[in-house]
């Protein structure tokens, strides 16, 4: 059994997927606390779901991309059968992690999106680096910057760990706090080789928490 906080039909908001209609299946539960959490809810809140309720709400939607988001999904071992399931019925499956437990045991096929936790998330130091072995061309790493000090410090890991020649690297500001226009100017003038993303979400649908 899985704890679930919601289940739901949108327009994925992240990612080099964005703008693709998504299924979410958002799992109860996360051991971070990062200072910008905008999915606080899901840190409780849930319903007991078997892997294959989950199956017969998701394949209701008739949508080919599932991502599995929270909370921290990892936290819960039944959501590697889930994934696995998912890959076996021919769904194209996200995984969306907070970047501080292991990835082994993620079934191959899945797209790993990995946040990398900035200092302003108040989390930096829960990064499992060793995550950064297991990532290949498919998957990808996202950095939520807060300020300009979040930004050079995230510019520097990506230079120094050569994160741009392993996967698509994200850097996505703190909705509200950090203006894009910003970060883009930054990205620019430093030629740094990343994708700057916003949460097309938040401009779809401004004020809702929840389903989007």
Not at 29 to 40: H, I, K, Q, Y
Not at 58 to 68: A, D, I, N, S
Not at 177 to 206: C, M, S, T, Y
Request: hydrophobic residues 40%.
């Amino acid at each position: 059994m899985l704890r679930v906080n919601e289940i739901f039909h949108s327009i994925q908001g992240e990612s080099t997927r964005a703008g693709c209609p998504c299924v979410f299946v958002r799992l109860t539960g996360c051991n971070l606390r990062c200072v910008w959490c905008d999915t606080a809810y899901a840190f409780h809140e849930g319903r007991e779901m078997s892997v294959e309720e989950i199956i017969r709400e998701v394949e209701r939607y008739r949508c080919p991309l599932v991502e599995l988001t929270g909370g921290e999904p990892l936290l819960q071992p039944e959501a590697i059968p889930l994934m696995g399931e998912l890959l076996r019925r021919g769904q194209s499956v996200l995984l969306e992690t907070g970047g501080s437990l292991s990835l082994e045991g993620v079934p191959e096929g899945v797209v790993r999106i990995v946040d990398v936790k900035c200092p302003g998330s108040g989390e930096a130091q829960r990064n499992h680096w060793a995550n950064l072995t297991l990532l290949d061309g498919r998957d990808e790493l996202k950095f939520v910057l807060a300020d300009r000090e979040d930004y050079v410090w995230a510019a520097r890991q990506v230079r120094d760990r050569g994160l741009a020649t392993r996967c698509a690297v994200l850097f996505s500001p703190v909705h509200a706090r950090l203006n894009p226009a910003d970060l883009a100017r930054w990205v620019l003038e430093d030629g740094l080789p990343v994708r700057v993303q916003i949460q097309l979400h938040k401009i779809l649908w401004p004020g809702v928490e929840r389903g989007v």
